[in-house]
C-alpha cells in the first residue's frame, strides 16, 4: 500500500516537473536533475521501464508545447539512458550504480551537443548561442534576458540600449543574453557539459537512495548516509587523474584536463562530503532530527548558492573521508 501511495504521489510531481521542462527549455537547465531523480526512484519501484516511458512523455509534452530542441532531446537522453545502470544495478557493488548514472550522464549530455553542433556546422559555443537565439517565447529565458539587458549601459553595448517601449527591445534583449551565455561558456564548454552531465547522473541515484530510505520503501539502492569513496576511488580513479592532469601543462589539453577533474574528481567527493554531512546527522534522534535535517539542507542549499567555495568544501571532505574513513572513527567516538 505504501508503495503504491507513493508511486501515485512521485508520478503527479513528476509530471508537474515533467511540464514546466518541456513548457520552458530554459528552467529545464535546473529542472531536469529533479526530472532525472523522480524517474529513477520511480524505476526502482516500478520497474526500469518506466524511465523509457518518462522520456518519452517529456518528448511529446516538447512537441506539443512547441518547444522541442536540444535540451529536451538532452534530457530525453539522460533518462534513457539511466535504464542500463538500473537493469545492472542490482548484479553491482553498491557504488558502481552511482557511477554508472554519472557516466551516463556524461556521456548523454556530451553526445547530443556534439551532435547538434555537427549538424549546425559550428562549434558547440556557438550552437548553444544559436539555439538561445531562439528561445524568445520563453518566458523564463527572456526574465533573465531583460533582467541582464536593463542592467548594461551605451559604454558597455557600443550603443544605447533599447527601452521596454521600443519594439526591437525584446530582440536585442534576447541577442545579448544569448551572447553572454556563449562568453560564458568560451573555453569552458567542456566543463560545463561534463559536470553537468555527472550531477544529473549522480544526484538522481543518490535522491533516490535518500528518498527510499526516508520512505521505509525497499529500493534495494544503499543509505544515502552509507555511501562513501574509499581507497579503491582513490587508487582507480584520484591517482590517474593526477597523472592526466600533466597535461594542463600543454596549453591545448587544458580544457579537456579542468573537465576531466571535475567530472572524475571534484563532483564525486563533493557527493561523498554530502554524504558524511547527511552521515554524521542522522545519528540525531527524537525531536532534534528535525532541526539537523533543516541544518543538512541549509547547507546543501547554501553550497549550490555559493558553488565553486561549496564544491571545493565538500570536496575536499569527501576527499577525507576517502583518505582516513571519517565514518569509521565518528562512529567508534560517539559510540
Known sequence: MRKKCLLGIVSVVSAAFIAACAASPGLSVALVPIVCFAAYFLSTIAGAWILALVAAVYVALSLAFGTFGIFSVCAAAIIVLLTLPRLLGGRLPKMWELALCAAAGVVAVCACFGVYATVCRCSVVDAVVEYYGKLGNDPVVMFFAEKNYDGLTEDILGYAPFSPSDELYSADALRVFAESVG?????????????????????????????????????????????????????????????????????????????????????????????????????????????????????????????????????????????????????????
Open 183 to 335: 562568453r560564458e561558456l568560451d573555453g569552458s564548454v567542456l566543463w560545463y557539459l561534463s559536470g553537468y552531465g555527472t550531477f544529473t547522473g549522480g544526484i538522481a541515484f543518490a535522491c533516490s537512495a535518500a528518498a527510499g530510505q526516508a520512505s521505509g520503501v525497499d529500493t534495494r539502492l544503499p543509505a544515502m548516509k552509507d555511501m562513501r569513496l574509499g581507497h579503491g576511488y582513490l587508487k582507480a580513479v584520484v591517482l590517474p587523474v593526477l597523472a592526466f592532469a600533466l597535461f594542463y601543462l600543454y596549453e591545448p589539453m587544458r580544457p579537456a584536463v579542468r573537465a576531466v577533474v571535475n567530472a572524475a574528481v571534484t563532483l564525486p567527493a563533493t557527493l561523498c562530503g554530502i554524504t558524511l554531512l547527511y552521515h554524521s546527522l542522522d545519528r540525531v534522534r527524537g525531536k532534534p532530527k528535525i532541526a539537523a535535517m533543516a541544518v543538512f539542507w541549509l547547507v546543501i542549499a547554501l553550497s549550490a548558492v555559493f558553488y565553486e567555495w561549496g564544491l571545493l568544501i565538500l570536496g575536499f571532505i569527501g576527499l577525507a573521508d576517502c583518505v582516513i574513513n571519517a565514518r569509521r572513527w565518528l562512529d567508534w567516538a560517539l559510540s
